[in-house]
């Protein structure tokens, strides 16, 4: 199924940040780690401020491109500073798009991360991201790392999280 995120569903979203937001961190002072940043929160996020249809239960991709039904794949992470992304073995998409949240000022940073180089990029000492995915094994690697910092990619847009303002770059 299809979904188109209008309006209505992405001022609920962005409502539903502050909810998990305090759920987290009401978790976190009695016990080791938080909870995960809900995918359900991030992807119709993406998808609303890029036109993206969300994709729920089609495939590997989270979201579609309607003009040309191109799959688009969106990771997430809820430690601005860190990430440890991992893909499906058989995660098949032409996009990759990065939500990279930041807690303190309530904003979520969206990248649009290079994909032609990324099968053949080393996720250990000596494997392939497409070796895994042949071994049925899942590549894990710091998104962050690997391609933000290392090319210096910008986020093409910020969304504040309180106003549900998108400042686009």
Same mark, same amino acid.
């Given at each position: 199924? *299809?979904? +188109? &995120?209008?309006?209505? !569903?992405?001022?609920?979203? $962005?409502? #539903?940040?502050?909810?998990? /937001?305090? !759920?987290?961190?009401?978790? /976190?002072?009695?016990?080791?780690?938080? @909870?995960? *940043?809900?995918?359900?929160?991030? =992807?119709? &996020? $993406? $998808?609303? @401020?890029?036109?993206?249809? #969300?994709?729920?239960?089609?495939?590997? +991709?989270?979201?579609?491109?309607? +003009?040309?039904? =191109? #799959?688009?794949? &969106?990771?997430?992470?809820?430690?601005?500073?860190?990430? #440890?992304?991992?893909?499906?073995?058989?995660?098949?998409?032409?996009? !990759?798009?990065? @939500?990279? *949240?930041?807690?303190? =000022?309530? /904003?979520?940073?969206?990248?649009? &991360?290079?994909?032609? +180089? *990324?099968?053949? !990029?080393?996720?250990?000492?000596?494997?392939?991201?497409? =070796?895994?995915?042949?071994?049925?094994?899942?590549?894990?690697?710091?998104?962050?790392?690997?391609?933000?910092?290392?090319?210096?990619?910008?986020?093409?847009?910020?969304?504040?999280?309180?106003?549900?303002?998108?400042?686009?770059?």
């Amino acid at each position: 199924m *299809l979904k +188109e &995120i209008d309006i209505d !569903l992405y001022y609920k979203v $962005c409502e #539903l940040y502050f909810i998990w /937001k305090k !759920l987290n961190s009401e978790i /976190k002072e009695y016990y080791t780690r938080g @909870v995960n *940043l809900p995918e359900s929160i991030t =992807e119709p &996020i $993406c $998808c609303y @401020v890029n036109g993206f249809l #969300l994709s729920l239960g089609n495939g590997s +991709e989270d979201a579609i491109i309607p +003009e040309t039904n =191109e #799959l688009v794949q &969106i990771k997430a992470t809820s430690n601005f500073n860190s990430d #440890l992304t991992s893909f499906g073995p058989k995660s098949s998409f032409h996009y !990759l798009h990065f @939500v990279r *949240l930041n807690q303190i =000022e309530d /904003k979520m940073y969206l990248y649009d &991360i290079p994909t032609y +180089e *990324l099968k053949n !990029l080393m996720v250990n000492s000596y494997e392939t991201f497409k =070796e895994q995915q042949m071994q049925g094994r899942r590549p894990r690697f710091s998104i962050i790392n690997a391609y933000i910092e290392k090319y210096k990619i910008e986020p093409y847009a910020i969304v504040d999280l309180a106003s549900g303002k998108i400042e686009r770059f």
